[in-house]
């Protein structure tokens, strides 16, 4: 089939490789001069599926925040009222299908790179995540919510034993234990992605399958299909892997997306020696959360990066001396502070947290993948895979019908 992928964030190029390995004649659009360039710029990329609950802003590290709650002149945007109204009842099993979506991404990543030879080594690894307690309340407050969240007699959930400052220390050398108070759970076997170069490898072994890939290409407006035109040209099928919806046309659906705003602070390490330019380099080895700032903190190579979800508005200056405060508690030192950068975006987000993956309505040939919310880093390549098999024409399974699009008709 000839079909068009509208995107170039981590969503697209992994669905547009996805498609040319499956055998497709496949065109990726993405309107900047770059691929990542917008959400899947600088995401901490923890694939924390132990801790992962569907709904996004109770996610990770910030299940020991409240969620946001939408103000009352807020709820007066269009399709505000409806998204509130949605998001408090999510389906049952979310917080499962949202785990079962991140336990796919590194298993498929590991597959691309070993079974189909595709050169994506240096962009994820496995990490272990190390949740932290600044009081033993704040652990028992995390403890309920995620024990409500991941209840069921399938659920991989059980709460860890705390461990005191020293184990914690032995598992992240670099750590300061001052705060330390509520202790920490250590929950092994999760993943990091380092997002940014993932899409940039998913891309080049996409053109070198042959696939078509334009930049400086926004798509404003799609004719309606089959076929389906978009800038001039016909295809069998389009992809909408546009983070939310940006592009207008008879047929598209209006799924219930809202935009979404975290932060992250990326710096180069240190040294642990601060005297010496060489030798081991301070900050964490995989992922540590802080739960109750809701900041997660990563090592990505020879760099570090934290990062929080800032709720319905961009991150700021206060925002960004949270994440570095929190830095500073946990690994003081660690960041180079004059090369710190600060960065700000959206996300678009669903109201029970899940992305968009399957066919997007009636008309054959309109699939999105799209709203992966504040775990995208997690889930895109396994939603890829799956979006891949359904328009192959595979019988979509219990988890495609939870992902599909139709759940918000
Ligand atoms: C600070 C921060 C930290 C995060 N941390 C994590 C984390 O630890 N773990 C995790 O799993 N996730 C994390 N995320 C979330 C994750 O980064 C996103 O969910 C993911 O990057 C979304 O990818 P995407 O491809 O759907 O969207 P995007 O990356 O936004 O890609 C959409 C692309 O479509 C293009 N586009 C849009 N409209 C058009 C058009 N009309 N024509 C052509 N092109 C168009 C855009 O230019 C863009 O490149 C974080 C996000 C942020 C902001």
Redesign the pocket.
Known sequence: MRIAV????????ATACELALAGHEVSL????GS?????????????AAAMLAGFGPLA?AAAGQPPARATPTDLLRPGRARWAHQSRKPHPGTARHAQVL?QESPLRLTALAHHHQLALEDSHQAASLLVLFTTARARSRVQKLATRQHSGPDSPWQVPEPLDADAAQALEPGLATAALKGGAWHLPGQAL?H?HTLAHALKDETRRLGAHIHFG????RIEPGPPWRVEGQAYDAVVL???GL??SGAGLPKPPLRPR????LTAPLQSMDHNLEQGPLAGPQGIVADAQAGV?I?RLGDRLRA??DCGWQAGDAATARRLYECLERWFPGAARSARVQS??????LTPDGLPLVGPAGDAPGLWL??G?????????VAGAHRLARQIGGAAPDALDAALAPSRWR
């Open positions: 509208i995107g170039g964030g981590l969503a697209g190029c659009m993405e309107r900047s691929v990542a360039a917008e959400a899947s710029f600088a995401p901490t990329g923890a694939i990770l991140a992605i997002a290409q926004a798509v404003h892997c546009t983070g940006t592009l705003w975290a932060m992250s997660v990563t990062a929080t960065w700000s975006h959206a996300v678009a993948h799209l992966l919310g504040l775990h995208g880093a997690a889930w895109a």
